[in-house]
């Protein structure tokens, strides 16, 4: 099966195993530029390994995993890693946050290790507060914030390099209804307003109802879900 | 609160140390290793008293020459005829006796079942195993005996010594005319209790201060185990805030959690402590080694250690948590703490100082150090390091800002948990600190205690001093010329010497008498002309500090009947060979490189000299040494042994230091070594912990593009930064303490940059060790599996 055309990041048959497990077996995956897709799954089906091997996090044991053309596989850690910094942006669940540094230093960070200098780094970030309504918390460290509040600062650390892909895994997992809902509306109009994919996952289905598509995982292998209108 | 509620408390936090999953095990293990260390350490020195103890009674029960054996035993069915031949083989003393049993019931040394016969040798194991070796070829030469059996434990006084028993038959001749032959009828007779006068006071000072400076890193550093995890349990304990547990009780619990680790800990220890016991057999340090069965610690100490590790716990516990807010659903409060306050830190440095005062100036007059004051204040001005510190690098951080991304990382970290780095860095603060303060007062008394030997190495490299038989063909210059034939030697000089005096017996007046070739001669003194035949007088210095003076001069006279080797009452009857002066006799000056500075009196060339008392006077081959050749100093006394047993071939030295000093300054390297090797694997242990601790984040941190590198020099900055202000604060402290203690010894205050840089460059490398070491765990720990939940 070749991935669909005009796809920003496809793969194709990904096999990745941990020991005896399974995680993914000849799953299949692809996301237009602005698309926000939802994969979806019972815990442990294989969708966070999904994600790891879409971002270059992981490697896959065999398929193809392609970003705008270029195959993941040929590239080293270091150029993974770069593309990352600058092209990739994450929302995880737990643990993103770095707990020593104030909020917009947070937000900073990619910009910072991309090589933007400190104040215009801060200056950026302080920008993507505000449009993530987190900007009163800017001189605050993480935990002196809510998880709600924390989690919108991860959003906005997510999309301060303006990244081409969002990944985001479980985004609003720790936290209420009330809390997610705003987390999602904020990150889906936010990536949208810069043309950014989501690669979103979860298992909740009002989460997933942000998405313009959904993807199941199940046993490692994936299908497109028909969603009813 | 009653005894109940506290033991409950605590027993419900020691259930939870090790009923917490993989993570609460973890945890209590990493803190039961961390107090385990510092408990095996302080097993070690319960177990002093035992090993000094105990080598001291192996010593005795072996003794065969004291003061009391000077006496004149006669010969009989019971006694035996032992010579001391002790000698040197690279670098490493080997104790040697021959033996001469004169009757069928002579003593036998302890460790041995019965005496060695003709050719025969009793060697301990480590000679067995050494000239075994390949690298013992050269010793083997030495010691021209059959190995006929091996020393048994109780004959040592450790397992890796170096000795021998070997039989002689031409050895009882020599009982009362040569010091280092004694007929004795019972091994382990020390005479009469000699006076003890003690240590000089400096000694008993740096003895004082080596205990402190060495135990109070270990305190540290069991003070900061027992906080092993301590944010990951906070969180724990938030948890159980909102059960329904109050703020006591749940401190309650958190100290019966550190007690659990402790009480593991002392288990530990006990383990690392056997351990260590059962290798210590195995190892030689500075010379030293002893037997497993040495190490046992005091009962009354052990006992103490085991309370006080438990009970300081538990203190500290309660003690870091009083400032922590525990709350039922805010968790732990993460936010910046209330500032650490100076005064009181201050004040624990200006207490110690304050004890010090009263005894500065007692060191070298009679000695009147007040331990207790003494230990007190270097007690109190260490202790006002640990203090002095969080507050020095959270201020500090505090100001830190601008860098890049791993400084920013680090610098925050540190400005976020100042007190968890200080923590970190205190043990080895405090024993820099001590470490520099020690090396001063050690290289300011150094003087004291080192005594000029007279010999200048750059002249001659070696000196035989010879007894016994092969004198008489001393003079002939036959042994000049084996010396000179032997492997590695440059060039050889030989001299006879005794003494020479007015009257037969007990003389008031003596002087020396040296004989020796016209080359001989000349390496002492400027001889304006020398045929054989000839004789000068060589005055001593006219300096009264320098030698005897006029006493030598009296005696320099042409003409003058002298008494070569005349006798002393008490001592055993000298030669007392009659000698006229030659009529001609110039007086010459001492060479001003002199192979030995401390020979006057009286230079005469063999056809001049006393015939008749040739046989009796002592030589001394002076060797040059060809250093291009490998194991020279090994040839030289190979040579020395075969043409004479008794003789005794040493290495020079300009200077000699005091053997209590020596001892002392071996016993700081050994207990350094210990304390150091604690503090680096103390340091690793709390630096895996904390990387452990945020395996999660690093993996986000990686995740989101952060190069490892970054994350790598996050860590080295983390640690580098309160390191370097933990040796500045280090090395003023060291200083301060260093220079209180050479005013208390009297000596002039003097810093030696040196051994400031070097003490705390050894306080750097530790730390960078660790960091290095540390590096595989980060670098696992930064791998994307720490994403993972399921």
Redesign the interface.
């Known amino acids: 099966m070749t991935p669909p055309s005009g796809s920003l990041l496809a793969a194709e048959e990904l096999r990745k195993a ?1 020991g005896p497990t399974m995680a993914l077996d000849g799953a299949h995956f692809s996301i237009h530029p602005g698309e926000v897709v939802a994969v979806m799954g019972p ?2 089906s294989g969708k ?2 999904l994600l ?1 091997c879409l ?1 270059g ?2 490697p896959p044991d065999s398929g193809s995993i392609t970003y705008n053309g270029a195959e993941l596989a040929t590239m080293s850690d ?1 150029q993974r ?6 092209e ?3 929302v ?5 946050l ?5 909020c917009v ?1 947070n937000v900073a ?2 910009l ?2 991309n090589g933007t200098s ?1 104040k215009e780094a801060e200056r950026a970030a302080l920008g993507w507060m505000q449009r993530l309504e987190v900007d009163d918390l800017s001189k605050k ?1 993480p ?2 914030v809510s998880g709600g509040q924390g989690q919108r600062v991860a959003v906005a650390r ?1 999309l301060v390099t303006g990244p081409r892909v969002l990944f985001a ?1 479980e985004p609003t997992g720790a936290l209420d209804s009330l809390n997610g809902e705003r987390v999602m509306e904020l990150l889906t109009e936010a990536a949208r307003s810069t043309n950014a994919a989501v690669v979103l996952v979860t298992h909740e289905a009002r989460v997933a109802a942000y998405s313009d598509r959904e993807i199941v995982v199940r046993d490692g292998k994936s299908r497109d879900m028909e969603r009813a209108v | 609160m009653s005894a109940r509620t506290w033991a409950r408390d605590l027993s419900l936090g020691a259930r939870f140390a090790v009923t917490g999953g993989r993570e609460g095990w973890v945890r209590t293990v990493l803190t039961a290793v961390g107090v385990g260390l510092g408990v095996a350490l302080l097993l070690l020195t319960t177990a002093l008293p035992s090993v000094i103890g105990k080598r001291h009674d192996r010593d005795d029960a072996r003794t065969d020459f004291t003061f009391s054996s000077r006496k004149d035993i006669p010969r009989g069915e019971d006694t035996l005829v032992s010579a001391h031949v002790d000698t040197s083989y690279h670098d490493e003393e080997v104790r040697g006796r021959l033996l001469q049993p004169e009757g069928p019931e002579a003593p036998v040394p302890p460790g041995l079942h019965s005496l060695p016969k003709q050719g025969e040798m009793y060697v301990s194991p480590g000679l067995k195993k050494l000239l075994a070796s390949k690298d013992g070829a050269l010793l083997r030469e030495r010691l021209p005996y059959r190995t006929a059996g091996t020393i048994g434990d109780s004959g040592l006084m450790g397992p890796r010594e170096l000795a021998y028993y070997a039989y002689s038959d031409d050895i009882a001749r020599h009982v009362g005319s040569d010091g280092r032959v004694a007929r004795i009828k019972q091994y382990g007779d020390v005479g009469e209790a000699q006076d003890d006068e003690g240590l000089p006071p400096v000694l008993l000072l740096l003895i004082l201060v080596i205990f402190v400076v060495l135990l109070m890193p270990v305190a540290v550093f069991i003070a900061a185990a027992v906080r092993f995890g301590g944010e990951r349990r906070d969180r724990r304990l938030a948890a159980l805030r909102l059960v329904g547990s109050d703020g006591g009780m749940t401190r309650r619990i958190a100290a019966g959690e550190a007690l659990a680790g402790s009480v593991l800990g002392l288990v530990f220890g006990t383990g690392f402590f056997l351990l260590g016991r059962e290798l210590v057999g195995s190892v030689d340090l500075f010379g030293i080694s002893v037997f497993p069965s040495y190490l046992t610690p005091s009962p009354l100490l052990a006992l103490l250690v085991a309370l006080a590790v438990p009970a300081a716990a538990v203190l500290v516990t309660l003690f870091a948590l009083r400032g922590v807010v525990i709350e039922p659903l805010g968790v732990v ?4 703490p209330a500032r650490r306050r100076l005064w009181w830190r201050l004040l624990l440095p200006v207490a110690g100082l304050a004890m010090l005062s009263p005894m500065i100036g007692k060191g070298n007059e009679n000695g009147d150090f007040n331990e207790y004051l003494v230990v007190g204040g270097v007690l109190l001005l260490l202790v006002g390091v640990t203090a002095l510190l969080p507050w020095i690098v959270e201020t500090v951080v505090g100001r830190l800002d ?1 860098g890049g ?1 791993a400084w ?2 680090a610098v ?2 540190l ?3 100042s007190g968890t780095a200080a923590r970190m860095v205190n043990g080895i603060a405090v024993a820099v600190a001590g470490a520099i303060a020690l090396q001063m007062l050690f290289t300011g008394v150094q003087d004291d205690f080192t005594q000029d030997t007279g010999r200048d190495p750059s002249r001659a490299q070696m000196e035989v001093d010879m007894t016994a038989p092969g004198k008489a063909d001393l003079v002939a210059g036959k042994v000049e010329e084996r010396f000179q034939r032997t492997k590695g030697v440059a060039a050889a000089v030989a001299l006879s010497v005794d003494s020479v005096s007015e009257r037969r017996k007990d003389p008031e007046l003596s002087s020396d008498i040296t004989v020796g070739t016209c080359a001989s001669l000349r390496e002492i003194a400027d001889l304006p002309s020398c045929h054989d035949g000839d004789a000068f007088a060589l005055p001593a210095p006219s300096d009264p500090g320098q030698g005897p003076g006029d006493e030598v001069d009296q005696l320099l006279k042409p003409g003058l009947q002298l008494y070569v080797d005349p006798s002393f009452s008490g001592s055993p009857k000298g030669a007392e060979v009659v000698w006229k002066v030659p009529d001609r006799l110039p007086v010459v000056k001492q060479r001003h490189d002199a192979l030995q500075n401390e020979i006057w009196g009286l230079l005469v060339t063999p056809s001049a000299a006393p015939a008749a008392a040739l046989p009796q006077m002592s030589g001394r081959v002076y060797v040059r040494l060809d250093h291009a050749v490998p194991d020279a100093t090994e040839h030289v006394r190979n040579t020395a042994a075969a043409l004479d047993p008794f003789s005794d071939a040493w290495t020079w030295v300009s200077e000699k230091t005091s053997d209590q000093y020596e001892a002392i300054r071996t016993g700081l390297f050994i207990g350094a070594t210990c304390v150091l090797a604690l503090i680096g694997a103390s340091l690793l242990v709390s630096q895996l912990e904390q990387l452990r601790e945020r395996k ?2 690093l ?9 490892r590198r ?1 994350l790598s020099l996050s860590v080295l900055w983390q640690s580098a930064i309160p390191i370097a202000l933990g040796l500045v604060l280090a090395s003023v402290v060291g200083l301060t303490l260093g220079a209180v203690l050479q005013k208390m010894s009297q000596v002039p205050v003097q810093i030696y940059w040196g051994s400031v840089l070097s003490m705390t460059g050894v306080g750097a490398a530790v730390v960078l060790t660790v960091t290095v070491l540390s590096l595989p765990a980060l670098l696992r720990l930064m791998r ?1 599996e720490g ?4």
């Open positions: 941990y815990s442990g966070s390994t790891h971002a996090i992981v270091a890693s770069a593309l990352r910094r600058s990739f942006g994450f995880f669940q737990f643990g993103q770095v707990p020593e540094l104030t230093e960070l990619p910072r290790l400190r460290r935990g002196e997510a895994d | 409060r993460t936010a910046r601008s991304v920013q990382l925050r970290r400005q976020l948990s999660r984040l993996s986000a941190l990686v995740a989101f593009g952060t190069r970054t994307p994403l993972r939940t399921e």
